[in-house]
C-alpha cells in the first residue's frame, strides 16, 4: 500500500489558470508536509511547508492541509510556463523517515 | 559549505565495479538521506540516518547496497558488483530537527556500461 499517493499527470493547463496539485497520505500520525519542485535534470526544491489544519499562503502558491482526510494540495495561482514541472509531495511524522509522493507532472500551456 | 555537497558528480563503471558515492550534508544537520531516481521515475527512498545511526534501511535494493555516516556528518554510499539496472541519479538530502525540511544536493549521475 502506498503511503503517500499523487496522480503522475501530465496535468495541463493554461497559463493564468490556477494549478490545483492533490495529495493523500495514509499515516494519521503525519506531522509535517512538504510540496517539492523538481525540474526535469534538476534536484527537488522546497517550496512550501504546512504544519497545521487550513491554508497557508506564499505568493503565487497556496498550502491545503485536511488531516482529517488525509489530504494536503497545492494550488498555483497565475500560472506561468516557468511553472512546468514535476511536484512531489512529502508527509512525515517528527523525527521519522520523510516520505515521498511519486510526483505530478505540470505542463502550463502558454 | 553552504548547501548539500555530492561527489563525484558523475561517475561511469564498468559493470562488476564498486563504487563510492559521498554525501556532505549542511553542516549541524542531524538527519541525512539517500535516494535514487531513475529517469523518468520519481524518488526511491534508499536509507536514512539519524546522527550515525540507521532506523531505517528498508529501501536498500539489495546486500550489494550499503551506507555508512561518520562523525554525524559525511556519508558514504557503497555499490558492489555494480549492475547495468543500478544506473540512476543517486540524491542524498540532509535536514534538522523535527520538521525535517530537507535540502537535497546536486545528485551523483551514476552511468553502469
Known amino acids: 500500500q502506498k503511503e503517500v499517493e499523487q496522480n503522475s499527470g501530465p496535468l495541463s493547463v493554461p497559463e493564468g489558470a490556477i494549478a490545483s496539485l492533490n495529495c493523500t497520505y495514509s499515516d494519521r500520525g503525519s506531522q509535517s508536509f512538504f510540496w517539492y519542485r523538481q525540474y526535469s535534470g534538476k534536484s527537488p526544491e522546497l517550496i512550501m511547508f504546512?504544519?497545521?489544519?487550513g491554508d497557508k499562503e506564499d505568493g503565487r502558491f497556496t498550502a491545503q492541509l485536511n488531516k482529517a482526510s488525509q489530504y494536503v494540495s497545492l494550488l498555483i495561482r497565475d500560472s506561468q510556463p516557468s511553472d512546468s514541472a514535476t511536484y512531489l509531495c512529502?508527509?512525515?511524522?517528527?523525527?521519522?523517515?520523510?516520505?515521498f509522493g511519486i510526483g505530478t507532472k505540470l505542463q502550463v500551456i502558454p | 559549505g553552504a548547501g548539500v555537497s555530492q561527489s563525484p558528480s558523475n561517475k561511469v563503471t564498468e559493470k562488476g565495479k564498486d563504487v563510492e558515492l559521498r554525501c556532505d550534508p549542511i553542516?549541524?544537520?542531524?538527519?541525512l538521506y539517500w535516494y535514487r531516481q531513475s529517469l523518468g521515475q520519481g524518488l526511491e527512498f534508499l536509507i536514512y540516518?539519524?546522527?550515525?545511526?540507521?532506523?531505517?534501511k528498508s529501501g536498500l535494493p539489495s546486500d550489494r547496497f550499503s551506507a555508512e555516516r561518520t562523525g554525524g556528518s559525511v556519508s558514504t554510499l557503497t555499490i558492489q558488483r555494480t549492475q547495468q539496472e543500478d544506473s540512476a541519479v543517486y540524491l542524498c538530502a540532509s535536514s534538522l530537527g523535527t520538521k525535517n525540511i530537507q535540502y537535497f544536493g546536486a545528485g551523483t549521475r551514476l552511468s553502469v556500461l
Open positions: 540516518f539519524q546522527g550515525n545511526s540507521a532506523p531505517d
Open positions: 504546512i504544519y497545521s489544519n
Open positions: 553542516s549541524g544537520h542531524t538527519a
Open positions: 512529502a508527509v512525515t511524522g517528527g523525527y521519522q523517515k520523510v516520505t
